[in-house]
């Protein structure tokens, strides 16, 4: 007689003999692991993608990582005040004699303080003397419209006398002169002559001094 083997059931009515459900608190570890997975994945990325941006930053030509803000920007420069422009004033003079020249009032800017005296010391003797602060020079070799203020800022400026006597003189018809002013300004002169004036029985043939003159006020 043949044996009959009679299979049991388990409490899901499933055959032993084949794979059991997960329960529910599998089911909740198997989640778990799922998200903490998921979770290190994601942190591992940041790590990358933050490594990758500095390793960037620090091969950039001219990055200089300390002066870069959060954003990995440069930081926005500060305003700046704009430069003030320096005004250009032409003219001519004539000063007379033992009198005195405040250079900035034909800028319209006057300090009350002048920039130099004509002496007169006798007819053949006579100097162009710096006063109150001011600075002369004569520009040899120049031409006067090519004068820059660059130039009068570089030239060798002194507070010594320059002599416009009939012996050796270094003020001459045609020479140019850099001033650097009481008030701070620069100017370029050039001599246009002298004018005589008899005064009494004396007479004077170089009087009076004529220039023509650019300012360049601040």
Not at 85 to 95: D, E, R, S
Not at 197 to 207: I, L
Request: proline fraction near 8%.
């Amino acid at each position: 007689m043949p044996t009959v083997v009679v299979l049991e059931k388990d409490k899901a009515g499933i055959s032993g003999g084949g794979p059991k459900c997960a329960g529910p608190e599998q089911i909740m570890n198997n989640g778990k692991c799922f998200v903490f997975a998921l979770l290190l994945i994601s942190v591992l990325c940041g790590v990358k993608l933050f490594a990758q941006s500095t390793a960037a930053v620090h091969s950039a030509p001219g990055a200089d990582p300390g002066s870069l803000n959060e954003a990995g920007a440069p930081p926005p420069e500060p305003d700046r005040a704009p430069a003030r422009p320096v005004l250009i004033i032409p003219g001519a003079k004539v000063v007379k004699g033992t009198r005195s020249w405040d250079i900035d009032a034909d800028s319209g800017k006057s300090q009350g303080a002048a920039d130099f005296w004509f002496q007169h010391v006798n007819e053949r003797e006579r100097y162009v003397v710096p006063k109150n602060g001011a600075k002369l020079a004569v520009l040899r070799a120049k031409d006067f419209e090519k004068v820059t203020l660059d130039d009068l800022k570089k030239a060798a400026l002194s507070d010594a006398k320059l002599s416009a006597s009939d012996e050796n003189p270094a003020i001459l018809p045609g020479c140019i002169v850099a001033v650097r002013t009481s008030a701070g300004n620069y100017a370029k002169l050039q001599v246009t002559g002298f004018v005589p004036q008899s005064v009494g029985e004396r007479n004077f043939p170089k009087r009076h001094i004529k220039f023509r003159f650019v300012i360049y006020r601040k």
